[in-house]
T-cell receptor
Framework: GENVEQHPSTLSVQEGDSAVIKCTYS??????FPWYKQELGKRPQLIID?????GEKKDQRIAVTLNKTAKHFSLHITETQPEDSAVYFC???????????FGTGTKLQVIP | DAGVIQSPRHEVTEMGQEVTLRCKPI?????LFWYRQTMMRGLELLIY????????DSGMPEDRFSAKMPNASFSTLKIQPSEPRDSAVYFC?????????????FGQGTRLTVV
């Protein structure tokens, strides 16, 4: 089955700096890659997703890139703010009604 | 819509007792998922249903765990007998067209502590 690896496990950045989280996946047929943010004590919530027919997607300060050849995808957060502090999960799926496999999470701390 | 509703929010039980976690998905969503979250293992998919039918239960750790979805608006995850290593946060999530191509909406979770 699909295996998703995520790095780093923890990340500290100064407010205003950029943060990058990287993930790799094992199944070349995977075609849907969502990212979830989980604040302390709360539920995971989708922040952005990308499909395999797109190489990059942006939403304000958040962007995701996908390299299908290398089977890796990354989350980029620019101009980080304290409210960006949370655990971020990448995930991969074969699409449709196939299951979503999550990475192990990255705890991001933005230092004011 | 109030979102995915889970109950109870917190459960403390003694080892050996039966535990039942409940979930009400968002109306109209036809996919439902049960996840377990721990510090060591992250978010693990236990089982998921499409149109009330279990599709993949390969994540269910052992026979002590069972899940049902008797209708489109209700699901349960049961642990019998419970063990301390089952202590975790259990999330239920639902999706309108399968989580493989669209957002999965998570409930608030049930924090289970087995002593």
């Amino acid at each position: 089955g699909e295996n998703v690896e995520q790095h780093p496990s923890t990340l500290s950045v100064q407010e205003g700096d950029s943060a990058v989280i990287k993930c790799t996946y094992s199944d070349s047929a995977s075609n849907y890659f969502p990212w979830y943010k989980q604040e302390l004590g709360k539920r995971p919530q989708l922040i952005i997703d990308i499909r395999s027919n797109v190489g990059e997607k942006k939403d304000q300060r958040i962007a995701v890139t996908l390299n299908k050849t290398a089977k890796h995808f990354s989350l980029h957060i620019t101009e980080t703010q304290p409210e960006d502090s949370a655990v971020y999960f990448c995930a991969a799926s074969l699409g449709g009604y196939q299951k979503v496999t999550f990475g192990t999470g990255t705890k991001l701390q933005v230092i004011p | 819509d109030a979102g995915v509703i889970q109950s109870p929010r917190h459960e403390v039980t003694e080892m050996g007792q039966e535990v039942t976690l409940r979930c009400k998905p968002i109306s109209g969503h036809n996919s439902l998922f049960w996840y377990r979250q721990t510090m060591m293992r992250g978010l693990e998919l236990l089982i998921y249903f499409n149109n009330n039918v279990p599709i993949d239960d390969s994540g269910m750790p052992e026979d002590r765990f069972s899940a049902k979805m008797p209708n489109a608006s209700f699901s349960t995850l049961k642990i019998q007998p419970s063990e301390p290593r089952d202590s975790a946060v259990y999330f239920c999530a639902s999706s309108p067209r399968g989580a493989g191509n669209t957002e999965a909406f998570f409930g608030q979770g049930t924090r289970l502590t087995v002593v």
